[in-house]
């Protein structure tokens, strides 16, 4: 399911309902983009305890060793360093050949269960046989947990606490670094060279990125998903490397008529060409139609970008980890730097 397809679905549906009745709370949590301070701990005595962006804290005896997150965050703590902690995983995980998915990263696929492979999917009694300790994934609306099924959310939420890192409303850099402090909290030692080469490189990335969207020049730019019926127009008020991307001088069209949630417009195929964009930044996942596939559509072929060829792969849900966000800001700023106007 796209990215924007799910985001309708949470908006019209609540899929993506809180795990604890008394837990949530109605906004989500602010962090500083740069903070180093983590709002999780090991005691002294072995105890640990961590605060999400629902500003639940969760309280064990010990650090979990036995961590069970969506894909995507799985791979985001395993380029901070952590590994052995992650048994299981549900969300896009292996293609039908085998092979890990993008989003899965460097996270190893053969040693952990996989408990679903799709939007929808989580096995409840796979995960139970597991003896979680701990839940980890991202949080895109107050108090939702992205891919756990409104269906066995209650179940779910017996075995194990969980926790929530805020992924939307908030710049790039911050849910990266909320996922550090979490990571640091399970163990992970973030002055390991791997981490700190991850992070050089995404600051780097992010300044080559700001002079090439300053030599642009005015450059727009539309990031988009497509699906059989709709054509997504995202606004990048609200993903979180779209912010950052905004931030860092890339000039995004911003659709002007939003679905419920603000996340993006829904555009017929036949208004496809509502908002002229010099480059189109489209939903990369297996789970959004590719340009080969939109190829049949005419209202696709017609549009500016399209027809210059300056179309390029957005992934829509990105690892945030340094490591995993680093390529993202080096694809954009290739990119812009190859486009010239044509809207």
Request: proline share 6%; aromatic share 8%.
């Amino acid at each position: 399911m796209p990215y924007s397809s799910a985001i309708s679905l949470l908006s019209r549906r609540g899929v993506l309902a809180g795990v604890s009745g008394g837990a949530l709370a109605a906004a989500l949590t602010a962090c500083g983009s740069g903070s180093s301070s983590a709002s999780g701990s090991a005691g002294s005595s072995g105890s640990w305890s961590f605060t999400d962006d629902r500003k639940t804290t969760v309280k064990l005896s010990s650090a979990p060793t036995r961590v069970v997150a969506f894909t995507g965050t799985a791979a985001a703590l395993v380029d901070f360093g952590l590994d052995q902690q992650i048994v299981g995983v549900f969300g896009e995980t292996t293609q039908p050949d085998g092979k890990p998915t993008a989003q899965a990263g460097d996270l190893n696929v053969g040693k952990v269960t996989v408990l679903g492979n799709a939007w929808g999917e989580f096995n409840v009694e796979k995960y139970a046989a597991l003896n979680p300790q701990l839940l980890v994934t991202h949080m895109y609306e107050p108090g939702a947990l992205w891919y756990v099924p409104n269906e066995s959310k209650d179940q779910i939420a017996k075995l194990a606490p969980s926790v929530a890192i805020n992924v939307a409303r908030a710049s790039l850099p911050t849910p990266i670094q909320r996922y550090a402090d979490l990571a640091q909290s399970l163990g992970a030692d973030l002055s390991a060279k791997k981490v700190t080469d991850g992070k050089a490189r995404f600051q780097a990335a992010s300044e080559t990125l700001r002079s090439a969207a300053k030599a642009a020049g005015g450059l727009k730019v539309l990031a988009a998903s497509g699906s059989p019926d709709v054509f997504y127009a995202s606004n990048p008020k609200i993903a979180s490397d779209l912010m950052y991307f905004a931030e860092l001088g890339v000039e995004f069209i911003v659709p002007t008529k939003l679905d419920t949630g603000d996340y993006f417009e829904s555009l017929s195929w036949e208004n496809a060409d509502k908002y002229a964009a010099d480059l189109i930044l489209l939903d990369s996942r297996s789970t959004a139609l590719q340009p080969k596939a939109l190829a049949s559509k005419p209202s696709w072929n017609a549009l500016p970008a399209v027809k210059a060829g300056q179309v390029a792969p957005w992934d829509a849900v990105p690892r945030f980890s340094w490591t995993g966000s680093a390529p993202l800001l080096e694809n954009l700023a290739k990119a812009i730097q190859t486009c010239k106007k044509v809207s």
